[in-house]
């Protein structure tokens, strides 16, 4: 998704891509060829922040590392464009709110197509009520394919050589495993799955269109036998996103 976002945002008129980072040699040997021999490279983040030239940062990290990064950069004096989800764990959204507001820089989180005029269509048709009053709405995914989830590839020359020393909390301090670190979305301890990437986004155009009213129920697997139901409200404005952490909700999103 770095790649991606990196190739659109140099579409537009201004911009220059500056610096690199990445825990894996092979994206830094990969971001090089893509931009040249000349462009700087890094495994500490940190480095780049502390650039006098760079205005703005694209966080595509796991989610586990979006709130800590983004915050960073922004009390370094730099704008702010975070891959979905927001944050990992709803509580750390609520800092990357304040930290955006205190330094006044721009928070921006990707949605994939979320973003685009379609979905922007559809938020004012529901809004404007031309297509009558939605009452109940449902939506499906799923991940079944021959390979399975997310299951990346992992390349040959996988090593922990990348993790040693100050970036180890990548791994949350757990022994080197190459499958958690190319297939992270599959644990929990960095990723949030099917909600994290797709739940939020498929419902902008509805709760964006109902403002606070709007609401997502969220019924866990192992809770729809007791019939308990999670619901989440999200407010959406155009300047900020909240998320209001209600009880009995596993933290995280």
Not at 122 to 148: N, P, Q
Request: charged residues 25%; aromatic residues 8%; glycine residues 8%.
């Amino acid at each position: 998704m770095g790649i991606g976002d990196m190739q659109t945002a140099l579409m537009v008129d201004g911009v220059e891509m500056v610096a690199a980072c990445d825990l894996y040699d092979g994206r830094l040997r990969r971001a090089k060829e893509l931009w040249g021999d000349q462009l700087p490279v890094t495994r500490d983040y940190r480095e780049i922040l502390e650039r006098k030239d760079v205005d703005a940062v694209i966080n595509a990290t796991t989610d586990h590392w979006h709130e800590k990064i983004s915050s960073d950069a922004m009390r370094k004096g730099k704008h702010v464009y975070c891959e979905k989800p927001m944050v990992q764990k709803v509580d750390d959204g609520h800092t990357l709110i304040k930290v955006s507001k205190e330094t006044g820089k721009v928070f921006q989180v990707g949605s994939q197509f979320a973003s685009s005029l379609l979905i922007a269509k559809a938020r004012e048709l529901l809004k404007a009520g031309d297509i009558g009053e939605i009452v109940f709405a449902e939506a499906i995914y799923d991940r079944h394919s021959a390979m399975g989830a997310w299951q990346y590839s992992v390349p040959p020359d996988a090593s922990p050589k990348p993790l040693i020393g100050i970036l180890t909390w990548a791994v949350r301090q757990n022994p080197w495993d190459p499958l958690r670190f190319f297939r992270w979305r599959n644990y929990q301890d960095y990723g949030t799955g099917i909600a994290g990437i797709c739940m939020f986004t498929c419902s902008l155009p509805y709760t964006a269109s109902r403002g606070q009213k709007g609401q997502i129920e969220c019924t866990p697997a192992e809770e729809r036998a007791t019939g308990k139901t999670a619901v989440m409200s999200l407010i959406f404005s155009s300047v900020s996103t909240t998320m209001r952490k209600l009880p009995n909700i596993p933290n995280s999103i």
